[in-house]
Structure formats: structure tokens, C-alpha cells
């Protein structure tokens, strides 16, 4: 039993089924993040646990009291809208507080719980403006402190952070996370972006057309993606995916792809899970991330399996911290993360190493990956 | 060089602005002319105007006609003057404006807030009212208002008008609130608000200029309204605008057009005020609403 259960939930809209069968368990103090590309259901899903939408089948539990019907105002739930959806008549202050009078707490205690979310925050001076006076940073302050001065079960944040400028994101993503820290609430926290779903959360879970592709810690989906999207979805730049067969040579399985020469290159792949095997002389994806290929020099010294490989660069996009080559494999474009003081020269050939440790296979037909 | 072509920028502006100004004054003063004749004439005794000069200003200024007209003039068979229709159509019009306006809002509201199956049909039908000429109406409004046996009183005439006014402040507000956030709803249904705390607290007092628009458009049309208040309202219960027709149509004695001017400009006053003083709401009001529909 989880804090917050999703257990077998769906929602459809006269005969279409836009959430199957989503099936969550969110642990107290957990920070689970929904994320995918818009029109996944991300948000619908959040607005059920909200009590906005209808559940269609399912349940939806908190602290195992069964939600389905019940209003939102008696979930003890706060929500962080995208725009915020600050009362534009009323004050910072009696925003924060609107909550708690429709609750009927008496005004000494709605004061001082005012006061203490105020300084949580540090937006005291902005008590009396109007949200039209305050900064898009200020707004997200009192959009969070209105959902604090609740002390509400669960936390829903919808994309909070996508109506601010890029600066400001990265400060209200630390700001967020810091909180969590340090109030251990439980937080369900819906976004596009997948850096803010990698840096926020404790788990994640990556939707796309209405199914819960993966659900994992950031690290399992990163290293470890179910499928091909989940792979392709999370990561900046996304990861390569070559058409590569695989094949047996010296006792080794070796994937064979082609270099920018037409020539074939053999990746050898050690420590390979059984599942493997059923794919010999059969056609797979190969899936690498930019981070996987480097110079020789910039590879990870821990990785027990570098492959070297020597190919044609086509490009290369400077980026300050990292610099981002491109080359063609398999006929596709496969971009590898270097140093930003790698040597490299657009035009000719260099040396590049694949830490293969990292490469994940998937099944070309069901994008499953190989394990 | 650059020095020269600013220069005649600002000179060719300077002489836009003058034609603009001239021509703008120009309509001002052909709009104005009727008002400054009525008013002129309003203030002359009758034989100056009999005697032929309807554009001269007063040469012995009076305000003899506007006491008549207000107080003692004969409307119909009664001597009252226009002061109990005034005190009419006032009764009449102000709750009738503030109940359209009320329910148009709420209309408004429910429409783009609570949409529910139907919703957008129950919008177009609404909308039709507007459409529909006062004349068809007369009849079954009649019966209905002899059903309720309110027929000829001024009750009768505030529900008239509520009733056909509901359908463009519907329009209005449902308009307006249709590019009011919705997620601000979300949030004070979170927060624990009811259906009329979140309309009283959150979308009331983000409404000004839709409720300036509704009342304007509403108070100019009930009380310029003279079908209804012919057909529905007799005697003492008549209001302004049929009053003044009874003043100015009556058949007895001699023409007092001093009187009747006066009578004129006492009917024109209130939209007038309600203009001069809410107008700018009006077309701030107008183009808010035209934004998303």
C-alpha cells in the first residue's frame, strides 16, 4: 500500500480510452514525476488525482481513503497550476490564505500560517501587491506558498516552471527541490521537460499515448529504457539508435554496423544477457548515448569495454562545456559528446571510443529493449 | 540631411493633425446641432418660436417650459407633467437592468465554466432571443403577463424586459468569461470554494467592464424602449418614453414646443449620463469581450 495509489485507472471520453490501466504506487515523501510529450495524458491523469476529471475505472487512493467521487476541496490536495491561476483581485496575502478561510480555520491561525509559508518562501515584502505587480518568479513563489499553507497530503504541480524564462527555471528547479528536501512532502509533478523530470524526482514515470511506458528512478530510466521512445524521450541530445545485426565472432557477440566508408565496424559486446543470444544473425537496434562516444583520452576510466572506432566527422557544434560531433553510422546521424577541447576536425577521420557498458539493444519489430 | 526630413516630419504631422482635429470638431458640431437646438428652444417662451426663429438664442432665457413639462404639463387627461413617468421608467429600468445583468452573468458563468451536455445548444438559443423582433413576442407576452396578472403594471413591464434582456447580457458575459482563465476556477474549487463563492469572490470582481457594457447596453435599450411600455403599460403605469409621446401628441390647446423640448431632453438625460459617465468602461467593456469567443 502505497501513500498515493493509482491503481488500475482510466479515463476515456465517450468510447475513446485516453488513460489504460495506469497502475502507480507513489510512496509517502516520494517526488514522482509524470512526463512526456503533450497529449500523453500526463495531465489528466493529474487532474483525476486532483478530483477536476472524472475516473472512468479504477481507484485512486490517499492514505488509503478511496478518492473516486470525492470533491477536490476534501482530498487534501494542493495544486500548482502552469499559469499559476493566481485571483487577480485579491492580495498576495489573502491569495495564500484564500484556501483556509473556505475551510473556515479562524483568522489568528490563517495569520500566522500566512506568515510562516511567507518567510518559508521570503516574499513578506509582497504581501499586500496584487499579482499583476509581481515578476513571473514572484507569482511561482506565491502559486507554491498557497499550496503550502495547506499542509496538504500530496502535492500536484502541472508544468509549474514552463511559463519562465530559462534563468529562472534552473533557480525555481533548485528552489522546488530544495523543499522537498526539506519538508519530505509527497509530490506528484507533471512536465514536458525531461532535465527537470532527471533532476527532480525520485522516480519517474514517462508517458506517451496514454500508457505508462516506463516507471523507474531517473537512473534506471536513463541507463536502462524500457523501449525505444522512453530512450529516445529522455536525454539531451537523444540517444543514437543504428539498425545493426548482431552476430558471433571469436566466442563474442559483436553488433556490426557500418561507418561513414561503407565499411563494416564490429562492436564487441561482453557480459551480454541471455536474451541476447536469441537475436544472433538477427537485426536489432543498437542504442548509445551521446555521452557513450568519446576520444579515446575523455573515455570513462571505469568502463570495462571501450570499442574504438575510426569514422568521417560531418559536424561538430561547440557547446562550451561539451562538444557535440556528428557522424554517420548505419546510414543515420549519431552524435557523440566530447570534451569541449577535443580535437576534432569536421571532414576527417578521427578515433572515437564507444563505451559500450552503456549500449542498450532493442528488437526492431516491438522496440522492446533486449534483456 | 536627417535634420531636414525630421523637420518635415514634424511639420507634415502638425498639419495631419490640424485637418484631423478640424474635421473631427466639424462632426462634433454636426452631431451636436439637433441637442443645441432642442436645448435653445427649451429655454425660449413659445412665441419666439412661433415667430419663426428656431436657431436664435433666447432673447428672454426661461426656464418656464422645463418646470411645465416637468410638473404640470397635461399628458394624456392628466395635468401631472412627465415627474411620476420619470419616477416610472426609473422603478422600471433599474431592476430590470440589475436582474438581466445578474442572471446574464451567472448565465455567463455556468456557460463557460460548468458546460454540461447541451450547454452550447441551450447558448444558441439564448442567443436567438436576440434575433427575434419585439413585435413577435407582443402577443404572448401579453398572455403570459395576464396569466400572472401583472398586465399594465410596471412589474410587469421590469419582467418584459428582463426577460428579452437576459439574451444579450448572456452574450456578454458569456463572452467575457469565456477568455477568463478557467485553471482560476480550478484553483478555487482546490482551495475549497463553492459554485457562488467562486462566481461572488473570483469572477464578479474581475468583471467590471462586461457588467459597465451590460448595464449601459441594457439601461439605453429599456429605457428607450416604447413598444413595450405602448403595449403593456397603461395609463399611470406608462413609462417615460410613452409619456412624452402623450405630451407632444396631444390634441388639445395650442403646441407648446418649448415644453415638448424640454420634455425631449428630460427623456434623452439619464442614457445620456449613463454614456458620459460609464462609457469608457463601454468600449474597454466591447473589445475585452471581442478577444476570444
Known sequence: ?371 | MAVASADTAIRTSRITRAFIYLFLLLFALFYLLPFGIMLVNSLKPLSEITGGNMIALPQDWTIAPWLSAWSTAQIGVEPTGLRPYFINSLVMAVPAVVLSTVVGALNGYVLTKWQFRGSTIIFGLLLFSCFIPFQIVLIPMARILGLLDIAGTTPGLILVHFVYGIGFTTLYFRNYYAAFPTELVRAAQIDGAGFFQIFWRIMLPSSGPIIAVSFIWQFTNIWNDFLFGASFASGGSAPMTVALNNLVNSSTGVREYNVHFAGAIMAAAPTLLVYIVAGRYFVRGLMAGSVKG
Not at chain 1, 80 to 108: C, D, R, W
Not at chain 1, 154 to 164: A, G, I, Q
Not at chain 1, 329 to 348: F, N
Open chain 1, 1 to 371: 500500500m502505497g501513500f498515493l495509489d493509482i491503481d488500475n485507472v482510466t479515463k476515456s471520453y465517450g468510447a475513446v480510452e485516453v488513460l489504460h490501466k495506469v497502475d502507480i504506487e507513489v510512496h509517502e515523501g516520494e517526488f514522482l514525476v509524470l512526463v512526456g510529450p503533450s497529449g500523453c495524458g500526463k495531465s489528466t491523469l493529474l487532474n483525476m488525482i486532483a478530483g477536476l476529471e472524472g475516473i472512468s475505472s479504477g481507484e485512486i487512493r490517499i492514505k488509503d481513503r478511496v478518492m473516486n467521487g470525492v470533491h477536490p476541496s476534501r482530498r487534501n490536495i494542493a495544486m500548482v497550476f502552469q499559469s499559476y491561476a493566481l485571483y487577480p483581485n485579491m492580495t498576495v496575502g489573502q491569495n495564500i490564505t484564500f484556501g483556509l478561510e473556505m475551510h473556515g480555520t479562524p483568522k489568528s491561525e490563517r495569520e500566522k500560517a500566512m506568515k510562516d509559508v511567507a518567510q518559508l518562501l521570503q516574499i513578506e515584502p509582497l504581501l499586500d501587491r496584487k499579482p499583476g505587480q509581481l515578476s513571473g518568479g514572484q507569482r511561482q513563489r506565491v502559486a507554491m506558498g498557497r499550496a503550502l499553507v495547506r499542509n496538504p497530503d500530496v502535492f500536484l504541480f502541472d508544468e509549474p516552471l514552463s511559463n519562465l524564462d530559462a534563468k529562472l527555471r534552473v533557480d525555481m528547479r533548485i528552489e522546488i527541490k530544495k523543499l522537498h528536501q526539506r519538508l519530505g512532502t509527497t509530490i506528484v509533478y507533471v512536465t514536458h521537460d525531461q532535465i527537470e523530470a532527471m533532476t527532480l524526482s525520485t522516480r519517474i514515470a514517462v508517458m506517451f499515448d496514454g500508457y505508462v511506458q516506463q516507471l523507474g528512478t531517473p537512473k534506471e530510466i536513463y541507463d536502462a529504457p524500457a523501449n525505444l521512445f522512453v530512450a529516445t524521450f529522455m536525454g539531451s541530445p537523444a540517444m543514437n539508435v543504428l539498425p545493426a545485426t548482431l552476430v558471433e565472432r571469436d566466442g563474442a557477440l559483436h553488433a556490426l554496423i557500418s561507418a561513414a566508408d561503407g565499411k563494416e565496424r564490429a562492436l564487441r559486446i561482453e557480459n551480454a544477457p541471455p536474451a541476447y543470444a536469441t537475436y544472433k544473425d538477427a537485426k536489432v537496434l543498437l542504442g548509445i548515448r551521446p555521452e557513450a562516444i568519446t576520444d579515446p583520452e575523455g573515455a570513462d576510466r571505469n568502463a570495462r569495454n571501450i570499442q574504438h572506432l575510426t569514422n568521417k566527422v560531418t559536424v561538430i557544434e561547440p557547446a562550451g562545456a561539451d562538444t557535440f560531433v556528428t557522424m554517420t553510422l548505419s546510414g543515420k546521424d549519431c552524435i557523440a559528446r566530447m570534451r569541449a577541447d577535443a580535437d576534432v576536425i569536421p571532414g576527417r577521420d578521427f578515433a572515437f571510443a564507444i563505451n559500450m557498458d552503456k549500449a542498450v539493444l532493442f528488437d526492431p519489430k516491438t522496440e522492446q529493449r533486449i534483456a
